[in-house]
């Protein structure tokens, strides 16, 4: 794969994932222009055949990847595997410890074979009294108290999406980045990469764990919180919407009660500062939910808007293919699915000298790469055998 102008062009990455964590690291280096070589066993990759809420699992987190199959119960299969890997700059892979063993690509006999290697693993847990444990995503949630800050102790809530996997994968691209950075400044061996879901969970409720550490009081879960400011809260509009309006600074205090006719407020001596506001929402939030609910929704974004005032409706995810900011120019980039279907995807969410990332990637034919690999590697080895 050449001339996509991209920055890991050039790079090669042999991937042994399933379901999110990895899929996603591999992804996004997909996306950043480097070769994604994806191995699967010869019935494929599970998660091609989710139904439910993993149906875009695999269609996802798989786009731009190359795909090709082997059984490791074939000596030839297994010898492939190791060529290819000798012409790869990175391995991920996300099995649990010893697993990959009993196909000679365990930790040991990787590094002994193929010490240029950068080798990811994307695992449940980092070395420790855990490292033997699977784990999913709901699993850390629960055991990190995210999901205890989410809803409550009583009625512990998961985020409504794979934040951690997806996330555990951002991880995982950093961390092979830094690596690629490495080798690049001159140093010969590869590097033995871990990433950790639950440590990636406990990355997330650091802020939490901090506040209690410095200063001893149990942070409160996200229903149960204090709010930091006198307007922060969701409100229901003249048409029945709901907005969620965040009055954050002094300067929107005033105009906001200026604005939206809340006189009583504004003259009032005992509001004179946020702390005086905060401790009197009892009387505040009830008013401004009666003003808020003179105005349409148009009108009354368009205001907020105007005014530089944080809101933002009450969306669901289907709603965003429909928002304008979303349909922006570079905003969705148009994808295809294995089966040549295309679908909308939210692009990288960065910008990468003016424009958007990931336009027109493919979703691999289970093994349709299979034998343009081989070819590559044969070519390769009879160049490497003349020289």
Known sequence: MTGTGLPLEGVRVVEMTHMVMGPTCGMVLAQLGAEIIKVEPPAGDKTRSLGGMGTAFFPLFNRGKRSIVLDFNKPEDRETMDRLLASADVFLENFRDGQLDKQGLGPEELRRKHPHLIVAGHKGFLSGPYEHRPALDEVVQMM???????????????????????????????????????????????????????????FLVAQHMVEYEMTGNKPRSMPEREHAWPIYDIFDTAEGDRIFIGVVTEGHWWTFCKEFGLKEFAD?????????????????IPRVAEVVRQWKMADLSAKL??????????????????DPHVLRPGGLVQNFNANGAPFRVPALPIEWNGGNIGEGLKVPVLGADT?????????????DNAA
Not at 268 to 284: C, E, H, M, Q, V
Not at 305 to 322: G, K
Request: proline content about 4%; some cysteine; charged content about 25%.
């Open 144 to 202: 990190s108290g995210l999901a205890a800050m989410t809803g409550t102790r009583d009625k512990p809530q998961r985020v409504g999406s794979s934040a951690n996997d997806i996330m555990g994968g951002m991880f995982g691209a950093i961390s092979i980045l830094a690596a690629l950075y490495q080798k690049r400044g001159g140093h010969k061996n590869g590097a033995d990469i871990r990433i950790g879901l639950f440590e990636n969970c406990l």
């Open 371 to 383: 034998d343009a690999v081989r070819a590559e590697l044969d070519k390769l080895s009879s160049t």
């Open 305 to 322: 808007d105007e005014l530089n005032i944080c809101f933002s409706p009450i969306n669901r995810p289907e709603d965003l293919l429909t």
């Open 268 to 284: 009032d001596p005992s509001l004179r500062n946020t702390t005086d506001r905060i401790l009197a929402r009892g009387r505040i």
